[in-house]
């Protein structure tokens, strides 16, 4: 019971710490070969050091990934602090989020890790000219009113539940490198289509974009900056936006609506809901899944009946 309490004062405090301030969520990514993981490690964690940055970022062999929440007046100097800490990063891909919420972060975390997004699988060819093959908000919206291209989704389903483009495919797995496996049996009925592959920040297209390339198709486009990219381009230039719904973020808010197109529905009557993700209350279960008001009323917070009854 202490111990509880302890706990939850160095939250609250956290939170008035950081309330006051304002704050922007950035994500940056970039695949290139980093020899000395640890070296960028340091130099990142003592020239962050003195701008109260939040959040967490990942160092691999392959590159970095960094979503991080940033006092305001310190956004320009943190991206140029990046741009400038290695010469390979001066062309790094950065997004902001939509909403701009303090609390989506409470600490700095800066990892070493194998992948940047895990997938188990070594070898999958990142492309050093993809950027060719990005395109912007613009060209976004012509290939989606063209009916000769085809968008696919890859993302997790529970991301694609909750808001996606219109008719866009999904690749129904549990994992990144499950669906990177099916990739090519999915999408081999389409070959002769404008693939448009998407996700949220544009990060695990660059893999999927490179198996594609690898496996000869030949019209493989990748929307730059992913969802957030093409919402902030759509948002800048006023025009139609073609992605409906909510976006699923992999911090504290757990998703960001786009749209007020309600897409989710209740995984136990399958009535649309805007509820957000919970886990089922079985411990052992722990299943990510949304329920609308009602059920989580008549099956306590579980998925089914068959947990409710364990
Ligand atoms: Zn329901
Ligand atoms: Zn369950």
Redo the contacts with the bound molecule.
């Keep these: 019971m202490k111990k509880k309490n302890i706990i939850s004062n160095k939250i609250l405090k956290i939170i008035c710490l950081h309330n006051y301030t304002k704050r922007t969520i950035i994500s940056l990514y970039k695949y290139f070969n980093v020899f000395y993981p640890k070296e960028l490690l340091n130099d990142i964690q003592i020239g962050l050091k003195k701008y109260d940055v939040l959040g967490r970022i990942y160092i691999a062999n392959e590159g970095i990934n960094a979503q991080i929440s940033v006092p305001d007046s310190y956004v320009n100097k943190i991206m140029s602090f990046f741009k400038k800490i290695n010469i390979n990063l001066c062309n790094i891909n950065i997004n902001f989020s939509i909403e701009n919420k303090s609390m989506a972060f409470w600490k700095l975390q800066i990892k070493i890790r194998k992948q940047l997004v895990a997938n188990n699988i070594d070898n999958v060819p990142i492309l050093k000219n993809s950027s060719k093959y990005y395109l912007n908000a613009f060209q976004v919206n012509k290939l989606f009113l063209d009916s000769k291209s085809i968008f696919v989704d890859i993302r997790n389903h529970y991301e694609y539940e909750i808001g996606h483009f219109y008719q866009a495919l999904e690749i129904p797995s549990k994992t990144f490198r499950e669906q990177l496996d099916m990739l090519k049996e999915t999408l081999l009925p389409y070959k002769n289509k404008k693939i448009v592959l998407y996700c949220t920040g544009g990060i695990r297209c660059e893999k999927a974009f490179g198996l594609l390339k690898k496996y000869k198709f030949k019209n493989v486009y990748q929307i730059y900056g992913g969802i957030l990219g093409y919402i902030n381009q759509t948002q800048k230039y006023s025009l139609p936006m073609y992605f409906k719904g909510k976006i699923f973020v992999f911090d504290n808010r757990l998703a960001e609506r786009v749209t007020n197109d309600i897409l989710s529905k209740?995984r136990?009557?399958n009535?649309l809901?805007d509820s957000i993700h919970i886990n089922c209350a079985y411990h052992r279960c722990h299943r990510l899944f949304i329920?609308?008001k009602?059920?989580s009323k008549k099956f306590n917070f579980y998925c089914s009946t068959k947990c409710l009854n364990i």
């Design positions: 209740c136990n009557c009535q809901t329920q609308c009602n059920c």
